[in-house]
C-alpha cells in the first residue's frame, strides 16, 4: 500500500466534479495507492476543498495558508474552527518562500508563525514548504517549538545539512516526483542518506509530475512512480519503501491512524 501524502486534489483540472475525482481515486487505487491528504493552501478556499471531499473517506485533509497565498490573509480564529473537523490532520501547508515571493517575507513570517503556535496549542504536525529560506525555517520552527508536534518538508529540493536539521526536530522529509528530473542530482543524493522511519513520498498533484509523465497534469496514481524510482535509488524493493513510508505517515498524522482505526 501506498499513500500519496500531499496533493491538491481540488486543483485537478481533471476532476471537475465528482465523478472525475472518483475515477481519479479508482486508478490510484488500481496501483496501490489507498489514501490520500488533500493540502489546504488558501484559507478561503478549505471549506469548497472540504466539500468536495466530504464523501470520500479515503482522503484526509489539512488546513493552512501557504506562504504564497498570504496576502489572501491569515485569521487564526477561523483557522481554528475548520481544524475542528475530524478529517482535519495537519496544520498546512505552511511556511516560507523567498524565492518567489520575497518581498512578502515579513507577512510569510507572521502568518508561518501564527500557524506553527496554533498547530502546538492544538497538537497537529505542520506541513511545510521551504525554498531559498532554510536558516529562517529552521529558526522559526526551533522557536516556535514546532519539535513538540513535528511535521514533514514537503516536495524536499534543500541540501542535507536542511534535511539533517530538520530530521534532528523531528520532522519528515517528503520527496515528489521532482527526484525523477534529470537536474536532481544533489537532491537524490540527499534522498539516500535519509533514513527509512523519516521518508514520505507525495505527487504534489495536480503541479510537478515524475518521468514518465513530464508534461502532463500530476495525478495521486503517479505517486507510484516516485515510489518505485526512489527504491531502486536506495537499493530497496518497492513493497519494502512502501511499507516503511505507510507506516510513517500513519505514525506523523496520528488524527487519520484514528480515523482508518491503525
Given at each position: 500500500m501506498?499513500?500519496?501524502?500531499?496533493?491538491?486534489?481540488?486543483?485537478?483540472?481533471?476532476?471537475p466534479d465528482h465523478q472525475s475525482l472518483?475515477?481519479?481515486?479508482?486508478?490510484?487505487?488500481?496501483?496501490?495507492?489507498?489514501?490520500?491528504?488533500?493540502?489546504?493552501?488558501?484559507?478561503?478556499?478549505?471549506?469548497?476543498?472540504?466539500d468536495k471531499m466530504a464523501e470520500f473517506d479515503q482522503v484526509f485533509l489539512s488546513a493552512g495558508v501557504h506562504p504564497l497565498d498570504v496576502q489572501e490573509g491569515l485569521n487564526i480564529t477561523g483557522l481554528n474552527e475548520y481544524i475542528k473537523d475530524p478529517k482535519v490532520v495537519a496544520i498546512g501547508e505552511t511556511g516560507l518562500d523567498y524565492f518567489y515571493a520575497n518581498e512578502t517575507k515579513a507577512l510569510q513570517q507572521s502568518c508561518f508563525e501564527q500557524q506553527i503556535e496554533l498547530a502546538?496549542?492544538?497538537?497537529?504536525?505542520?506541513?511545510?514548504?521551504?525554498?531559498?529560506?532554510?536558516?529562517?525555517?529552521?529558526?522559526?520552527?526551533?522557536?516556535?517549538?514546532?519539535?513538540?508536534?513535528?511535521?514533514?518538508?514537503?516536495?524536499?529540493?534543500?541540501?542535507?545539512?536542511?534535511?539533517?536539521?530538520?530530521?534532528d526536530l523531528g520532522f519528515y522529509i517528503s520527496v515528489s516526483g521532482i527526484a525523477t528530473f534529470k537536474n536532481a542530482g544533489d537532491l537524490r543524493t540527499v534522498i539516500r542518506?535519509?533514513?527509512?522511519?523519516?521518508?514520505?513520498?507525495?505527487?504534489?498533484?495536480?503541479?510537478?509530475?515524475?518521468?514518465?509523465?513530464?508534461?502532463?497534469?500530476?495525478?495521486?496514481?503517479?505517486?507510484?512512480?516516485?515510489?518505485?524510482?526512489?527504491?531502486?535509488?536506495?537499493?530497496?524493493?518497492?513493497?519494502e519503501l512502501a511499507q516503511y513510508t505507510t507506516d510513517n505517515f500513519f505514525n506523523l498524522f496520528s488524527d487519520a491512524a484514528k480515523l482508518v482505526g491503525r
Open positions: 501506498l499513500i500519496d501524502s500531499h496533493c491538491h486534489l481540488d486543483r485537478l483540472k481533471a476532476a472518483q475515477q481519479i481515486l479508482n486508478e490510484a487505487k488500481a496501483r496501490g495507492v489507498d489514501y490520500f491528504l488533500c493540502v489546504n493552501v488558501r484559507q478561503n478556499g478549505f471549506e469548497s476543498m472540504r502546538v496549542q492544538v497538537n497537529k504536525p505542520l506541513i511545510i514548504h521551504t525554498r531559498d529560506a532554510r536558516e529562517d525555517t529552521l529558526n522559526f520552527l526551533k522557536n516556535g517549538h514546532g519539535d513538540k508536534v513535528g511535521g514533514v518538508l514537503h516536495c524536499f529540493t534543500e541540501n542535507w545539512e536542511m534535511a539533517k536539521a530538520a530530521i542518506k535519509v533514513p527509512k522511519d523519516r521518508l514520505l513520498v507525495e505527487t504534489d498533484a495536480p503541479y510537478l509530475a515524475p518521468v514518465p509523465h513530464r508534461g502532463k497534469e500530476n495525478q495521486p496514481a503517479f505517486v507510484r512512480d516516485v515510489a518505485e524510482f526512489i527504491a531502486q535509488l536506495r537499493g530497496e524493493s518497492f513493497e
